[in-house]
Structure formats: structure tokens, C-alpha cells
């Protein structure tokens, strides 16, 4: 089955890290735009950052700038999130995506999402 599946979202103290994986089944991620995306109660679905396929350069929203690093691995297999240094206005639904031609559009694949809440 052609999917991502997202794992290793939780519960996180302000201040804390956590690491986020996407796992692509039955493709490679290469050549896709890969993206990072979330989504808070209540407001828009927000682009955290973006691995464009066609060079392989790496863009962050200014709100994650610093903190986090958006990476593949070798095998481009699966993408991941470390997020360091973690706010409370981080806690939202955080999704995967690889697409093509530009991150975040409708043609490609999205994972499931998973829920990441930073709180004392």
C-alpha cells in the first residue's frame, strides 16, 4: 500500500525536544517536495518547512526558524522532524507530505498526522 505514516508525536515540557518520522510505503521520497505541516485548534493549516525536490534546498517558517530541522535519510525512505526548544504555541497536529511540484499541494501523498502537545 502507497502511504506515509507519521510516528513519534507526545507530550513535551516547554523547553523539551521531540523527534517526528514519516515513513513512506510502497515509494521512495525521491524527487518529491517534502514538506512538514501543522495544524492548531482553531487556525490554518500552517507550512513549517519545505525540502524542495527539485534541488534539495530546506525552508523553514519564520515561526520554527532555528528550532527545528526538517532531514531524510539516505535510503529516502523516511523524513523527519527534530524540533528542539519547544513552546506551547508549538502544540498543534503536525503532518508529512510528499508531493510534487510544489510542498503542500494535492499531488502526492499526506500522513495520518500526529498530535504534539508542549505543556508543563
Known amino acids: 500500500q502507497v502511504q506515509l505514516v507519521e510516528s513519534g508525536g507526545g507530550l513535551v515540557q516547554p523547553g523539551g525536544s521531540l523527534r517526528l518520522s514519516c515513513a513512506a510505503s510502497?515509494?521512495?521520497?525521491?524527487?518529491?517536495?517534502i514538506g512538514w505541516f501543522r495544524q492548531a485548534p482553531g487556525k490554518e493549516r500552517e507550512e513549517i518547512s519545505c525540502?524542495?525536490?527539485?534541488?534539495?534546498?530546506?525552508s523553514y517558517a519564520d515561526s520554527v526558524e532555528g528550532r527545528f530541522t526538517a532531514s531524510k535519510d539516505n535510503a529516502k525512505t523516511t523524513m523527519y522532524l527534530q524540533m528542539n526548544s519547544l513552546k506551547p504555541e508549538d502544540t498543534a497536529v503536525y503532518y508529512c507530505?510528499?508531493?510534487?511540484?510544489?510542498?503542500?499541494?494535492?499531488?502526492?501523498?499526506w500522513g495520518q498526522g500526529t498530535q504534539v502537545t508542549v505543556s508543563s
Open positions: 525540502i524542495r525536490g527539485s534541488d534539495g534546498r530546506t
Open positions: 510502497g515509494f521512495t521520497l525521491d524527487g518529491y517536495y
Open positions: 507530505a510528499a508531493t510534487y511540484y510544489y510542498c503542500g499541494n494535492d499531488n502526492g501523498y
